[in-house]
């Protein structure tokens, strides 16, 4: 998967047609070629909203219900989630910038041809998710729960992992040489499926041998 560049909003091929949104983000509606810039949306349920061809700058979303959003073909530029519920959204050509997702439910959602860039994860449910074509871009996944989840032509080009949990997840295609960090601290085993390089290869020792079974020590005393 090639990884494009990150763009700015000028450079989005539908940015002619954005107009600037001032309202309330409701349930059930749908949002086409709108701007959204600069709000914040505490305790909203935009449950089943649908956003198509939008953009959305400098919004904070906290304790929101977005339960079954649709975003196809969506542009985030510093976006941050705390505490929100976007659970089996579906996420569709989207570009997320500079983002923070901390606390947040993404569990169940369908995820597809996405890329992250520079974007921080913390606490993030992601557990039965399924990602295809999906690239983490110089990120940080911190306490991120991949249990059960597919992973699908992914790769994590600069990106950390820290903490990453991956227990009954369905890798393939996955390429984790370009992670700085491989800190997975369940499911190693369910790694098939994921190419790594050699120093990695180390890292991932300790995690591996545990799972086996296997004593390492250098000391010969009995």
């Not at 090639?2 to 107009?19: C, G, I, Q, S």
Request: proline fraction near 3%.
């Amino acid at each position: 998967m090639r990884v494009p560049d990150p763009r700015e909003l000028a450079a989005l091929p539908y940015a002619h047609r954005l107009e600037p949104f001032a309202g309330e983000l409701e349930r059930e509606s749908a949002y086409e070629w709108v701007h959204v810039d600069g709000r914040e949306f505490d305790d909203v349920d935009g449950g089943s909203a649908h956003f198509s061809e939008s953009a959305l700058s400098s919004v904070t979303l906290t304790r929101g219900r977005y339960r079954r959003a649709l975003f196809d073909t969506v542009w985030f530029h510093n976006l941050r989630t705390v505490g929100s519920d976007l659970a089996e959204t579906r996420w569709m050509d989207v570009e997320c910038v500079s983002g923070l997702l901390a606390g947040t439910e993404i569990h169940g959602a369908d995820i597809r041809r996405t890329v992250f860039h520079h974007c921080k994860f913390d606490s993030v449910n992601l557990r039965v998710a399924k990602l295809k074509e999906v690239a983490f871009v110089d990120c940080l996944l911190r306490d991120v729960d991949f249990g059960g989840a597919t992973l699908t032509d992914v790769s994590f080009p600069g990106t950390a992992l820290d903490g990453v949990d991956l227990t009954r997840a369905t890798l393939s295609r996955v390429d984790l040489r370009g992670a700085t960090a491989l800190g997975i601290t369940s499911g190693a085993e369910y790694l098939a499926g994921a190419t790594i390089s050699t120093p990695q290869l180390f890292d991932l020792a300790p995690a591996l041998a545990q799972h086996v079974g296997l004593t390492v020590t250098d000391d010969d005393r009995r």
